[in-house]
């Protein structure tokens, strides 16, 4: 099995509605936001997925988030903006505008909210590869 895995980052603002402490109030974070995509085979080039059209999908979300306050933005007028919301976010937006064969290998999204800390959304029943314990170049 292949796994191949893009990042992408976004500084962002944003305040949890529905918790009680520091985090209830507005604050910002330096996301990184990690997508990893699976196959069983490579293509003729030997390549289980092209790094470039993935990247250029998963900058395209981060790019509509950077720079905002996420309580602000309509995908998060109902959600709370916490990281595992963000990851789900990401997720179902890569689905729907990779290509097929991209969108079925969708291995997981992971959103990192520190070089320590992440949350990662993946549908149920499959396995998960270890996490790291920083993200690379933290």
């Given at each position: 099995m292949y796994t191949v895995c893009v990042q992408a980052h976004y500084d962002s603002a944003h305040f949890l509605r529905n918790y009680k402490g520091k985090c209830e109030r507005l604050h910002g974070h330096r996301y990184v936001v990690e997508a990893a995509l699976q196959t069983e085979g490579l293509d003729q080039a030997g390549m289980a997925f092209d790094f470039v059209e993935l990247k250029?999908?998963?900058?395209?979300?981060?790019?509509d988030l950077d720079h905002q306050n996420l309580n602000d933005l309509?995908?998060?007028?109902?959600?709370?903006?916490?990281?595992?919301?963000?990851?789900?976010?990401?997720?179902?937006?890569?689905?729907?505008?990779?290509?097929?064969?991209?969108?079925?290998?969708?291995?997981?999204v992971r959103v990192w909210e520190t070089p320590t800390q992440w949350a990662q959304y993946a549908p149920t029943g499959i396995p998960l590869p270890p996490a790291p314990r920083t993200p690379p170049g933290a």
């Open positions: 250029r999908e998963l900058r395209a979300l981060a790019n309509p995908q998060f007028e109902r959600l709370e903006t916490s990281a595992e919301n963000q990851a789900r976010w990401f997720y179902d937006q890569l689905c729907a505008r990779l290509p097929e064969p991209q969108a079925r290998g969708l291995l997981y």
